[in-house]
């Protein structure tokens, strides 16, 4: 019975021994290792030198002065052309009125002479004068042109301005038939009451107005 005791005694004592031992072993392996701190260094603060860049002038270089040469352009006197003038024809009809310059020849012929009142078809008395100018036409051979139609102010402007339209185109068939079609270049134009060459004051002054214009424009 004593020897089971201690037997048992013997385990336990064991069992002591061997739990105390893998404990310090175990305290043996856990070490705590002190944390270091790294000691703080600051860099220190290194300023650059100040240079200053020498300062440099650049030489002053003044351009040669050139003087350029005074050449005078020699005095060219343009020719004295004169223009010939033309002439103003002589034609033997009464109230004709014919002017000219250095380009073309303007003749005047009242409505009267022409035509009857508020009529566009040609008196027969007119083809007399017509045919004179005709005449002049000969001289001329090439030249160009223009036959106006004009009246006075009296009236609507839209049936003075077809009248005179007329009249001018009437005018042109008669030279085109007597005088060679193809020797003449006409052309017409009505302009009515717009371009008086007196003011429509009196009768007298719109008896002026009243007229067939024949512009003859020679062949240089």
Do not use: W
């Not at 566009?120 to 004179?132: G, H, I």
């Not at 003075?160 to 007329?166: H, P, Q």
């Amino acid at each position: 019975m004593l020897k089971q005791k201690n037997v048992g005694f013997l385990l336990l004592f064991s069992c002591f021994l061997l739990s105390a031992c893998g404990e310090k072993e175990k305290q043996a392996t856990e070490i705590n290792v002190p944390e270091i701190n790294a000691p703080q260094i600051e860099a220190p603060q290194i300023e650059a030198p100040q240079i200053e860049a020498p300062q440099i002038e650049a030489p002053q270089i003044e351009a040669p002065q050139i003087e350029a040469p005074q050449i005078e352009a020699p005095q060219i006197e343009a020719p004295q052309i004169e223009a010939p003038r033309i002439e103003a024809p002589q034609i033997d009809v009464p109230d004709l009125s014919i002017t000219s310059d250095n380009k073309q020849i303007t003749i005047q012929i009242p409505d009267t002479v022409l035509f009857d009142f508020d009529k566009s078809e040609l008196k027969p008395s007119a083809q007399e004068v017509l045919d004179k100018i005709g005449e002049v036409f000969k001289k001329y051979k090439g030249a160009k042109v223009q036959i106006n139609g004009h009246t006075d102010n009296v009236g609507e402007e839209k049936y003075n301005t077809a009248l005179s339209e007329r009249r001018a185109n009437e005018v042109k068939r008669y030279l085109e038939k007597n005088n060679g079609k193809g020797s003449l270049h006409i052309s017409t134009k009505g302009y009515g009451e717009s371009q008086p060459i007196t003011p429509n004051n009196t009768e007298e002054d719109r008896k002026k107005n009243r007229r067939v214009e024949i512009v003859i424009e020679p062949k240089m």
